[in-house]
């Protein structure tokens, strides 16, 4: 044979040898097994692939050979590599089943018990914004809370009651650090406030019932307010109200702020113009200085600091049933807070915080020859570090530690009762996501107290479910334990916790404008503070009460269907009752309204650049004991309470914002309750004094100037 011609039969069988082509062929599958079209399959360093089809099945031919990487890529899941050897002719690959990626975005969350406004993309409740412009709350935190479910509004106290429960069962908490004496002092009928300003936060965490592990001593909620980052711009507030007024300065730059503030109050102008139903001798006043600075520490850290003091008082003559006789009673309050925390993220996905708080409050309180000192103190440290070992599974893991002096002194008789207790606490929490659609959450908080000498564990699950793209199924359940007040500690140091069991089921549906959420709970109590008659010795102190709350909570916003407009509507019913304090029975606690109703409506009107807001809030009355009646306790109750609020913000300069607010605009007289003289008249009858408000109406107008190079920027930045 030619060798020419041998030579060409070669090189041609050689080229058809390398131009050979292999088929590969296999399914792509998700996590239940079902097919998966449009997945990416491709050999990883070369252009040889395809999609899969509608039944998930794939095939393409190949020229390589040996062994090889095939990668699958899908939107919204995992890329996975699968390491494959090519044969030539057909290549039969198993079937691969991909895994969802879960983020934020896609994923079902706890909503059981919790309401976040910290997170655009979630349900957002209430904003700083939101809590300035509710009528009803006069730019006070807990006011604007009352208008949510699960609250109880309580006129003439105004903490934050929730499902039955006392105003103490509610923990506060700034940048995850317990607040001592959150509220300010008061006397009297005169209703208090939270002392901390809505424009410091940036967002908040509102539990209902069932919170995270992370929280302890609070049977009913958690309060989380988390203060603003780094602050926009530098700027100069000035503010002048009906009230009082007061100056804030901020300097800023990418890397720090810092803002600085002090305010001053007195009502004895607006008392002057206004009748109050209230004897006051010297009016409520006080004056505040607060401090805040946040600074960008390394790479990813963020280290925030922040104090406040704050001096105050009133004096008011205090009538007596059954008698022409009032009494004088005068208070004075200093209070004092401040705390540094510190939050970074580490390699491999770690986020570790820690942060040191400290709360002083103390109170000179007069009642006629009588003069009682109260000094409380609480320092809080803290540490947690969290986990993400995948987008599967993150865990959280704490410690924090509390010393907690509290002391009563009667000043003439010189004579001092105090304690002083150490608690420390561990705490871990695991959140594991079988699906985008399925959340477990698993919690374990164990706790100890040096003067009660006492240690409790508290378990914690909660499961939700999506539904559908904007509904979601969720159920919690959790044990909590709190320890008495402080003033019954300090009569009795041996008191133990009080225990609280929480089952809540909760529907939430949300999408753009809209938030739907219906919840039902049950909670039981037990191993509550009780004693006979006044609680003035130790030995009538005791953990012998118990009690239950159940009912059922709806919410709903609307910030879509009517242009320029956002409204809410709450409604809730709450079945309480609970042997405590002198109750020898389960009652209805005077603080837990079966139905409460809220609604809160704002309009922005372009034109005329104002928004006009109206605000109603209602109950159907609180339960009292009429000694006239009968024996039995809590038989009686007022009528319902009813308060309709209106709000107008007119920004006639981009710098320039004024606001008016009044507060119960028809002059309902609403009553709170009855004191009743402890004898009865010459015809046997108890004589009583009515509870009710300050003042029929309550009046509100603040003028607000921002001092900026931006001539735009107004106090709206802070919110």
């Not at 119960?664 to 009865?680: A, I």
Request: with cysteine; proline share 4%.
């Amino acid at each position: 044979m030619n060798p020419r011609y041998l030579l060409f039969i070669t090189f041609l069988l050689l080229q058809t040898q390398a131009f050979a082509q292999a088929t590969i062929q296999g399914k792509v599958l998700d996590e239940k097994g079902l097919p998966l079209p449009g997945a990416n399959i491709q050999l990883k360093g070369s252009y040889d692939g395809t999609t899969s089809t509608q039944d998930g099945t794939y095939q393409f031919e190949t020229s390589l050979a040996g062994d090889q990487v095939l990668v699958f890529k899908f939107l919204g899941f995992k890329t996975q590599e699968l390491a494959i050897t090519i044969a030539q002719g057909s290549n039969e690959v198993q079937p691969i089943e991909l895994i969802e990626a879960i983020t934020e975005m896609n994923s079902v969350t706890i909503s059981a018990g919790a309401m976040e406004a910290s997170d655009e993309s979630k349900s957002v409740i209430l904003k700083p914004l939101d809590i300035v412009t509710t009528p009803s709350a006069m730019g006070d935190i807990m006011g604007a809370f009352q208008t949510l479910p699960g609250t109880s509004t309580v006129g003439n106290d105004g903490r934050l009651f929730v499902r039955g429960g006392d105003a103490s069962e509610v923990g506060i908490y700034i940048d995850g650090m317990r607040v001592g004496n959150a509220y300010g002092t008061t006397a009297g009928n005169v209703p208090t406030r939270t002392r901390f300003n809505p424009n410091l936060f940036k967002g908040t965490f509102f539990s209902t019932g069932g919170y995270s592990a992370e929280y302890g001593q609070a049977l009913s909620s958690a309060l989380a307010l988390n203060t603003k980052d780094l602050s926009v711009r530098s700027q100069g507030d000035l503010s002048v109200m009906s009230i009082g007024g007061g100056y804030s300065h901020t300097l800023a730059n990418e890397k720090q702020s810092i803002t600085a503030s002090a305010n001053y109050f007195n009502l004895a102008p607006y008392q002057g113009l206004i009748k109050q139903e209230i004897d006051f001798d010297s009016a409520p006043h006080g004056w505040d200085i607060e401090f805040a600075a946040q600074k960008k520490v390394g790479k990813n850290g963020l280290l925030k600091v922040m104090a406040r003091t704050e001096s105050g008082g009133m004096s008011l003559w205090q009538p007596l049933p059954g008698t022409d006789n009032k009494v004088l009673v005068d208070l004075k309050n200093d209070y004092s807070y401040a705390q540094a925390n510190w939050r970074t993220a580490l390699k491999n996905d770690w986020i570790v915080f820690a942060g040191i708080s400290y709360s002083k409050n103390f109170d000179n309180i007069a009642y006629d020859s009588l003069i009682i000192e109260r000094k409380s103190e609480l320092a809080h440290f803290k540490g947690t570090a969290i986990k993400d070992f995948s987008d599967r599974l993150s865990a959280k893991f704490g410690v924090e530690h509390f010393i907690h002096p509290y002391s009563e002194k009667l000043i003439k008789e010189d004579w001092k009762r105090d304690f002083e207790d150490h608690e420390t606490y561990l705490f871990t929490e695991w959140d594991f996501y079988l699906n985008k659609d399925l959340v477990f959450r698993g919690g374990l908080r164990a706790g100890t107290s040096t003067v009660s000498e006492e240690k409790w564990l508290n378990p914690r699950f909660s499961v939700a479910y999506q539904l559908s793209d904007k509904g979601q199924l969720s159920f919690a359940a959790g044990s909590f334990h709190q320890l008495p007040v402080e003033n019954f500690r300090v009569l009795n140091t041996n008191l133990k916790n009080s225990e609280s069991n929480h089952l809540i089921l909760n529907y939430l549906f949300s999408k753009d404008g809209f938030t739907f959420r219906a919840e039902t709970f049950y909670k039981s109590y037990d191993q509550l503070v009780t004693f006979e008659g006044l609680p003035d010795s130790p030995e009538v102190l005791k953990n012998g009460g118990s009690g239950y709350a159940k009912g059922i909570d709806f919410f709903f916003r609307d910030r879509e269907t009517f242009k320029n407009t956002d409204y809410w509507i709450t409604y809730s019913f709450v079945d309480s009752k609970r042997s405590f304090n002198q109750y020898k029975t389960e009652v209805q606690p005077s603080f837990a309204p079966k139905h409460n109703l809220s609604v809160v409506v704002k309009h922005f009107i372009v034109p005329l650049k104002s928004q006009i807001g109206a605000s109603f809030t209602f109950n159907d009355g609180y339960s009292y004991t009429d000694p006239n009646l009968d024996n039995a306790e809590m038989n009686s109750k007022t009528k319902s309470f009813q308060n309709l609020s209106l709000s107008w913000s007119y920004l006639p300069k981009p710098n320039l914002i004024i606001h008016l607010a009044c507060t119960n605009v028809l002059g309902r007289d609403n009553v709170f309750g009855y004191t009743f003289s402890p004898k009865t008249n010459s015809e046997g009858v108890f004589e009583s004094i009515p509870q009710g408000q300050v003042a029929p109406r309550f009046l509100f107008l603040g003028i607000f100037l921002t001092l900026s190079k931006d001539k735009t920027a107004n106090n709206l930045n802070n919110l």
